[in-house]
Structure formats: C-alpha cells, structure tokens
C-alpha cells in the first residue's frame, strides 16, 4: 500500500507484436513461485502490483482476473513510445498523484514499478525517475512520473503520439532529466524469445533453490565471505547456460561461459585427424583448461576482473576474439562441458552435474548449426569425460530430471 494520499496508476505495456516469441508471448504460462502453479506471463506482472494501483493496460482486450482499464496505441502496433504516450494519457484522465510505467512482458515488473514509486514519494522534489540496470543504461518503459512529467512526456511526442517514434529519446526530452534508479537485473528480465521464458522458469524451480541453498551454506561456513566459484557442468545440450542466466537473476553473480576457452587448434583438424584421436585425447586436447585457470578463474576468484581473448565462434578458424573483460562478483559461474574438470578443482567451490532427458539433448543439438564430424568428434570426447573422469555420481550436487541423459 503506498498511503491515503497517493494514488498511483500503473500504465502496462501489452502492445508488442510478440514477433521473436513465436505466438502471444503475454499468454504463455510462467511457472510461480512455491506452489508451482502456472498463470499467464501477463498476469504475473499484473500480480506483483499493489491492490490500490489503477492498472491501464496498453493493448488488445483480454479476459483478466484483475481489474483493468484497456486503451490501444495509435495506430496500433505503432511502437513502445507510442504505447507510452496512449497509456499516460488515459492514465491522467483520473488526476493521478504519481503515474508508473512497466512492460508487460517482465515478470518482476510490478516489483521494478514499486520500488521507483516509494523513490518518488520519499523525494517529494524529485519529478521522474527512470530504471537503470546493471550497465548503467537507460530502461526508458520502467519509469514513474509526477503529473507534470506525465503531460510533458504527452505533449513532447506531438500530434503524432509518439508513433514509430523512439521511447529513450522521448524520455530524454524531460526537463529536469528523470532521476536514475538501479533496479535488479530479475526486475528489469523481458521475455522475448522461448529462451529467455526458460530461464525465468529455470529461476523458480527446485534445483535452482537447492544450489541457492548450497551456496548459502558455503557463505555462512568460515572463510564463506570471499568470492565462490560455482561449476557448472553437464552434457552438450543438458540446460547449463539457461541454469547459469537464471543463477544470475537470483543473486549477484557473473557468469562465465567455458565456450570462451575453446582450444584453437580443435578449430583447425581435418575430419581424418578427428578421427584418429582417442577419446582421451579429445578430452585433453579440445578445451584450454590452463588459459581459463590463469586469464578468468584466478583473478576473478581474487576479486579482479579477468580479461582474456575469447574463442571467436564466428570466425571459427582458430584466431582468438578481441579481449573481453568480465567483472568479479560474490558468486562466479564458471558454466560449460569441462567446468568440473579436475585440473580447477581447487578454484572451484561448488560442482554441479546439469542433466537432460536425451530426447530433450538430441533435440536441442538438432537445433545447433554444427558441423556433423565436428559434433561426433566432440560427443566422444564427452562420453569419456563423464564416464572415466566426472561421472555425473562425483559432482557435490546433480540438478535436472531424475531420468536424465544415459552415459553411452
């Protein structure tokens, strides 16, 4: 509850062509959190606001439990400034005291949208404050307004309504600029694409809170508050870079893809050299175990930031990237086929095994644009490691269905 004298309007932003997402994004299900029920994209955001919030919904009319007030951009489809400048305007209509804006597809949204109301209403001077993440940029759909700011940002996109329009730009155009409010990296989270519903799925589930609470107990055991190296590591295909952005969602982390070390010289074997290496020497040879210790695991474990070249998957003959620079955080996730190699274990506090169902592996390798000779030889490579040198029995936890991938 915000108090007697405030009286918030909440605009969501629900107009989006959900082009990347396949069909109505805002309809998908999105898993909730304890009880495990699901409820549609939409009404997450719509659930995390507080009751006493008007709620006006820029978009098509749909059937809510919540009750809401539905305006369209003009014309429709005509963009997120647009669909701003629609939804301020119906929003002034009732003389709100303070006005927040929120997408409509960002799960945590309505957390996002409370925090920069209770920023307004402790600086009574301020007149607009704007979401920033963690880059220090400009989220310009996740911003509170005063009236005043509210009508200006209206007459600032002229008699077109901010068609086509761009919403930072129009955002730019307050005067006095819009105050910034760093909001979390889960608040500030859109879904766009199947994926990115993935991870925000993978962030609520079991196995996610059973390393959370493994994680906690290292930070509460003597020594715990140095920096922790969490190993992510499992089968090609097995959901280890959905776990490791969900991981960075529910704490402070920064998150290390184990792809960034792969050697250079596997680039460049011809199928008949593959095929006359033993398992073994895929293994040994395939990824650059000793540069990601030396250039990324041991600054980063002593709270500096790593900078190395990483592979360039682009170009994909073996030449190295321009240097790429990873800031430390509490938590390091280290995530990637080999990230529990032996050879790091003494860098590395916590090990889990991520495992798929091999229906669910073959179909997202099926979606990869890999070279077939190059896949097999990698697939060898595996089948030993998780065979003779990490089954998945020696990791400290093992995350994924209990029918997951067989060891062939």
Known sequence: MTGPDVRPVAVVLAGGTSRRFGPDKLSA??????????????????????????????????????????????????GPAAGLVAGLREALRTSPSLVVVLP????????????????????????????????????????????????????AAGPDGGANASARRLVRTLDPPAAREHLGDDQLWDIDTPAQLAVWATRLSPDLARVLEALGRLRDAPGGDRV????????????KSTFAQALALALVATVLPGDDFYAAGSATRTPAERAAMSAADVVATVFDWRRLRAEALEPLGAGRTARYRPFDWEAGDGRPAGVLERPSAPVVVLEGVYAGRPELADLVDLAVYVGADETTRRARLGQRSDDRDLMAWWERGEQHYFTGIRPPGSFALRVGPPGDAPIR
């Open 29 to 78: 299900v999105v898993p909730g959190s304890g009880s495990g029920s699901g409820g549609t994209l939409l009404e997450r955001v719509l659930g995390a606001l507080p009751a006493d919030y008007r709620v006006v919904v820029v978009g098509p009319e749909r059937d809510l439990a919540r009750a809401v007030d539905f305006v369209r951009e003009d014309p429709p489809g005509g």
């Open 104 to 155: 409509g597809d960002a799960p945590a949204g309505g957390v996002g949208a409370v925090r920069l109301v209770a920023r307004l209403v402790a600086e009574p001077d301020l007149q607009s404050v704007v979401a920033v993440d963690a880059s220090d940029v400009e989220q310009p759909l996740q911003l509170a307004l005063r009236p005043a700011a509210a009508r200006a940002l209206v007459a």
């Open 228 to 239: 922790l190296v969490l190993a992510l590591d499992g089968r090609s295909g097995a959901g």
